[in-house]
């Protein structure tokens, strides 16, 4: 059974950091394309970021040069670093598991997490 765990997630400042984690059970992880979701009140899910086995990133152009996708092999983990956070990034945000890239682009697997929360606010 594939299990996807996130953690991180809280109340931060306009302009602070937060790094999420997601960790992964029954799934062969080296072998899994990952990703990063979020879903705002009233709006659809989308994606934020994902990163392939060989490293690959893919970047949702409203979140490019704050927030950083990586993952540890090792400990079958994948971590969003969030920095300059903005208010818009208030969302649950949701870790995907064995997706694809197709064309560059992420195409969600049929994994996910129950959502961490990341609300930014003064």
């Known amino acids: 059974q594939v299990q996807l765990v996130e953690s991180g997630g809280g109340l931060v400042q306009p302009g602070g950091s937060l790094r999420l984690s997601c960790a992964a059970s029954?799934?062969?992880?080296?072998?899994?394309?990952m990703g990063w979701y979020r879903q705002a009140p009233g709006k659809q899910r989308e994606l934020v970021a994902a990163?392939?086995?060989?490293?690959?990133?893919n970047t949702a152009d409203s979140v490019k040069g704050r927030f950083t996708i990586s993952r540890d092999n090792a400990k079958n983990t994948v971590f969003l670093q969030m920095d300059r956070l903005r208010p818009e990034d208030t969302a649950v945000y949701y870790c995907?598991?064995?997706?694809?890239?197709?064309?560059?682009?992420?195409?969600?697997?049929?994994?996910w997490g129950q959502g961490t929360q990341v609300t930014v606010s003064s």
């Open positions: 995907n598991g064995a997706g694809r890239f197709v064309l560059a682009k992420y195409r969600a697997g049929d994994y």
């Open positions: 029954g799934i062969i992880f080296s072998a899994a394309v």
């Open positions: 990163i392939s086995t060989g490293g690959t990133i």
